[in-house]
């Protein structure tokens, strides 16, 4: 199972922006995908982006425009910039990683104040 490290979460008033780092504990072309969920208190986790082993993205409707998701592959990151945030972007954000298993990082707090 691949271990996944996440990094960048914090506070930051609507407008500003943010970038998360998930450092994967193998080289990420064995990985069929990476990216990001989001869980904010009393909802479920959704999509907010994945990057393909092949390089398609994918986002969650309510950050496409804002959001981009990218890769270093040498360093085995996935990185996701976040943009003109808003409050409801506030969540737990959860790296992801699709195997034959699929793994979580551990999360990173992302809180967005108006």
């Known amino acids: 199972q691949v271990q996944l490290v996440e990094s960048g979460g914090g506070l930051v008033q609507a407008g500003g922006s943010l970038r998360l780092s998930c450092a994967a504990s193998?080289?990420?072309?064995?990985?069929?995908?990476m990216g990001w969920y989001r869980q904010a208190p009393g909802k479920q986790r959704e999509l907010v982006a994945l990057i393909g082993s092949g390089g398609g993205l994918t986002y969650g409707g309510s950050v496409k425009g804002r959001f981009t998701i990218s890769r270093d592959n040498a360093k085995n990151t996935v990185y996701l910039q976040m943009n003109s945030l808003k409050p409801e972007d506030t969540a737990v954000y959860y790296c992801?990683?699709?195997?034959?298993?699929?793994?979580w990082g551990r999360g990173t707090q992302v809180t967005v104040s108006s």
């Open positions: 992801y990683a699709l195997t034959k298993y699929i793994d």
């Open positions: 193998e080289s990420i072309f064995s990985i069929n995908a």
